[in-house]
């Protein structure tokens, strides 16, 4: 069964400091990977995503991801986090075979301390 | 870019109450949307998807006949939560994606539902 595992519940970081959430994934098709963004009460947006090609993916508000297939991994990074990125972030995974279903993770809370 | 429209926003009603909620594509047509559901601090779970002119394909553990999914046109599904009781009481997501797509998900704002 597919899942996603997003390890940390909870971060906290100084404004300005760089950002790495992490996301492992179990799949038993070929994955097609995002990241979305939820602030409190709203519905999501989308950051990023991962069909093919370079597996460096550059989204929106400075993030970018990385898809390491040998570590089942999409980890999210930010190199210099502003305090308007507090928010949760999730991991989901989806696969043509699977229409536009996706499962997602359960979710990391960004903190930005200033 | 592409916009999911949800209303009410927030809701809250008598137990036993039903309460609808709207979920509509605003600058596209979509064949296919999805409604989820999220716990206080947790992640979204996917409760159904809704089929343009066709029955709803609900996830396993979801009732039915508890939440139903009118999917009439193609810019517009509505969930209905039946006889609601305090434990329907969440934040209930929806998602669509322009028809023919594959991983251009747009969600809705969100509608939170407090039964009383």
């Known amino acids: 069964a597919q899942s996603v595992t997003q390890p940390d519940i909870h971060i906290t970081v100084s404004e300005g400091a760089s950002l790495e959430l992490r996301c492992n994934y179990s799949?038993?098709?070929?994955?097609?990977l995002f990241w979305y963004v939820q602030s409190p009460g709203q519905g999501l947006q989308l950051l990023l995503k991962?069909?093919?090609?370079?597996?460096l993916v550059q989204g929106i508000k400075g993030f970018e991801a990385e898809f390491k297939r040998s570590q089942s991994s999409f980890n999210l990074r930010k190199p210099s986090v502003h305090w308007s990125d507090a928010a949760e972030y999730f991991c989901?995974?989806?696969?043509?075979?699977?229409?536009?279903?996706?499962?997602f993770g359960a979710g990391t809370i960004l903190r930005v301390k200033s | 870019g592409a916009v999911v429209s949800q209303h009410p926003s927030w809701v809250i009603c008598k137990s036993g109450t039903s309460v609808k909620i709207e979920c509509r594509s605003l600058?596209?047509?979509?064949?296919?949307m999805f409604w989820y559901r999220q716990f206080p601090k947790q992640s979204l779970m996917l409760m159904a998807t809704?089929?343009?002119?066709?029955?709803?394909?609900?996830e396993q553990g979801v009732e039915k006949d508890k939440f139903l999914i009118n999917h009439a046109s193609l810019t517009l599904s509505t969930l209905t939560v039946t006889s609601a009781h305090p434990e329907d009481s969440s934040f209930y997501i929806c998602?669509?994606?322009?028809?023919?797509?594959?991983?251009?998900?747009?969600f809705g704002e969100g509608s939170r539902l407090t039964v009383l």
């Open positions: 998602s669509a994606s322009p028809s023919g797509s594959f991983g251009e998900l747009f």
């Open positions: 799949y038993g098709a070929t994955p097609y």
């Open positions: 991962y069909f093919s090609g370079d597996t």
């Open positions: 989901a995974v989806g696969a043509v075979e699977y229409g536009n279903k996706l499962v």
């Open positions: 600058d596209f047509q979509a064949t296919t």
């Open positions: 809704s089929n343009e002119g066709s029955k709803a394909t609900y």
